[in-house]
């Protein structure tokens, strides 16, 4: 008796995890993203790491040839003194102003409404 009820435990406990996993699929299907908060300090060194993978040459600018094609336009942004190149603070310090910009409540860190908030504004 104990043993069947323990296989029927299990049997559910499967069922659960099937249907967790299809959930899963289906929310990544339709574009979901998982809710997350983000802190300005943990964004600063997330764009540090990502100027320095963008900066092939090292020599502390992204070029024209460094843009990735698909975001260059937003990239370009950046480049305050319009030399065509966007230095590690240009770039460090317009990533933390549209860190500010989503920030809606000015608590410091950004959470997943605040993005979807302003990605919409
Ligand atoms: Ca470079
Ligand atoms: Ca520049
Ligand atoms: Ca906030």
Redesign the pocket.
Known sequence: MIGAAFAAGLLLAGCGDKKEARAQADAKAAGFVPPSVTSRLDYGSSMERRFRALDRNGDDKIGKDELPARNAPRLQALDRNKDGEISAIEFSEGMLARFDAM???H?G???TE?RQASRKR
Do not use: M, R, S
Request: without cysteine; charged residues 40%.
């Open positions: 920030d809606l409540n608590d860190t950004v959470t605040e």
